[in-house]
C-alpha cells in the first residue's frame, strides 16, 4: 500500500521524488527508538512531511536545520529560484514562512523542531545523538563537507544516514553529495543499502 500523508505532498515545493520519500519515511519509522531524526536542508518542507510524519507515528522528534536563505541554485537569476519565496524588501531568499505553513497544515508542529542556522553553526555544541540524518543542504563541495563532518559522526550505531541528489555520473548532477557518500562508505563505519533513485542509503555498523 502507498504511504498515506497527513497532506498532499504535491502542493509542497521541493525536489524529492515520492518513492525517495517513502524510504525516508520507513527508515525514519524504523530508527525512531534509537534516537531524534535530523535533516540539514528543509526548503519549504516536503522531506520534512515525510520524516516528521514517521517521527510522529514514532513519538520521536525530527530536527530540521536550514537557514532558509537558499542554496546557490535558488538565488536571484538561477536555474532554480523561486520568485515566490524572494523577500525583496531584503534582497533575499526566504523559505521559512512557507517551511511553517507546511508544517501546521501537516499538524507536525509537536513533532519538528525548526532549527533556522548554517548547519555548522547549529552543529557546535550538539551533543544528542541521532538515529538517522538525512543530508539534502548545500551542494557546493564545502558545504556537503561540512555536513558530512558535522553530523556523520552523530548517527548511532544501526542508524541510517542518507544523502540526497547522489550521481554517479557527472553529466548528470553535480558531485559534492556523492563525494560524500564515497567518504561514508571508505570510512568503514558504514554498510551499504539499495539506492532509492537519487537517494543513498547507509546504515551505521554496529562494534
Known sequence: MSLELPIDINLVKGFLEFDE???LHRHALATGTLGPCLEVGSYCGKSTVYLGYACKLANSTLFA???HRGS???QLGEEYHDKDLYDAGEELMDSFREFRGTLRRADLEDYVVPIVAQSKVAARSWITPLGMVFIDGGHSLEAA???YRCWTPRVVPGGILA??????DPSEGGQAPFTIYKMALAS???EELPRINTLGLLRRINY
Open 163 to 168: 544523502i540526497h541528489d547522489i550521481f554517479p
Open 145 to 147: 563537507m561540512d555536513d
Open 21 to 23: 520519500g517513502e524510504a
Open 188 to 190: 568503514g563505519l558504514f
Open 72 to 74: 546557490e541554485e535558488h
Open 65 to 67: 536545520i536550514d537557514h
